[in-house]
């Protein structure tokens, strides 16, 4: 859940400029595989931090370049301060077991319009596969209804049916679901999700498929 859209990013783009005090590019021939933009903070000491906004590249040694340039300015800024994605490039790349917790930011992730969520999300290309749920929202009532999920070829859609499905889900349970932040039973286990008799909760696991959501910015 990584965007480049609204009014911060439209002002750098006007501006000609990047957030932070620098910015390291990975090319290969041509391409642009990896970037991260950094702030390198004040004084030479032992207590001197280079913070890194973002650190993302799309190839393997990308990443070893990336980590590389960053590890460089140990001399003058001995701790390394950023925001890794699991199982990313540049983390992999990354001395994690000599790494210590700075700050936590938890997010919440409540969805307003189910159907444009779907569609709007990438999806992994090797899921596919349908599911029937109805779901209860009692804030938004336009989410409220039965609904067919339907995933392939790297796209998903909600279509509304008719009826009530055996699956009925909670809109704190889909939430939990879509961001990957639970699997179907334990959302069942925490009252979010209700079941038919000899029902598999699991067939809504379709609805996380891809792992958990990861965000950089913060607002």
Same mark, same amino acid.
């Given at each position: 859940?990584?965007?480049?859209?609204?009014?911060?990013?439209?002002?750098?783009?006007?501006?000609?400029?990047?957030?932070?005090?620098?910015?390291?590019?990975?090319?290969?021939?041509?391409?642009?595989?990896?970037?991260?933009?950094?702030?390198?903070?004040?004084?030479?000491?032992?207590?001197?931090?280079?913070?890194?906004?973002?650190?993302?590249?799309?190839?393997?040694?990308?990443?070893?370049?990336?980590?590389?340039?960053?590890?460089?300015?140990?001399?003058?800024?001995?701790?390394?301060?950023?925001?890794?994605?699991?199982?990313?490039?540049?983390?992999?790349?990354?001395?994690?077991?000599?790494?210590?917790?700075?700050?936590?930011?938890?997010?919440?992730?409540?969805?307003?319009?189910?159907?444009?969520?779907?569609? =709007?999300?990438?999806?992994?290309? %090797?899921? *596919?596969?349908? /599911? +029937?749920?109805?779901?209860? #929202?009692? $804030?938004?009532?336009?989410?409220?209804?039965?609904?067919?999920?339907?995933?392939?070829?790297?796209?998903?859609?909600?279509?509304?049916?008719?009826?009530?499905?055996?699956?009925?889900?909670?809109?704190?349970?889909?939430?939990?679901?879509?961001?990957?932040?639970?699997?179907?039973?334990?959302? =069942?286990?925490?009252?979010?999700? %209700?079941? *038919?008799?000899? /029902? +598999?909760?699991?067939?809504? #696991?379709? $609805?996380?498929?891809?792992?958990?959501?990861?965000?950089?910015?913060?607002?």
């Amino acid at each position: 859940m990584l965007t480049r859209r609204g009014e911060l990013f439209d002002f750098f783009a006007a501006d000609g400029a990047l957030p932070g005090d620098g910015v390291t590019l990975v090319e290969a021939a041509g391409d642009l595989v990896g970037y991260a933009t950094w702030q390198r903070g004040r004084g030479y000491g032992a207590d001197s931090v280079l913070t890194v906004d973002e650190a993302l590249a799309t190839t393997a040694d990308a990443a070893r370049e990336l980590v590389g340039v960053l590890g460089s300015w140990a001399s003058v800024a001995p701790t390394l301060r950023l925001c890794p994605l699991d199982g990313d490039a540049v983390s992999t790349h990354l001395p994690l077991e000599s790494a210590r917790e700075h700050e936590r930011k938890l997010w919440m992730h409540r969805p307003v319009d189910v159907a444009r969520a779907v569609s =709007a999300r990438g999806w992994p290309a %090797h899921a *596919s596969g349908t /599911v +029937d749920f109805t779901l209860a #929202d009692p $804030l938004a009532e336009w989410n409220t209804g039965t609904w067919r999920l339907a995933v392939a070829d790297g796209a998903g859609e909600l279509s509304r049916i008719s009826g009530e499905a055996d699956l009925r889900l909670d809109v704190r349970g889909f939430a939990l679901l879509y961001a990957g932040a639970a699997r179907a039973r334990s959302v =069942a286990q925490a009252g979010l999700l %209700h079941q *038919s008799a000899g /029902v +598999d909760p699991s067939a809504l #696991d379709l $609805l996380g498929a891809g792992g958990p959501a990861q965000l950089l910015d913060y607002f």
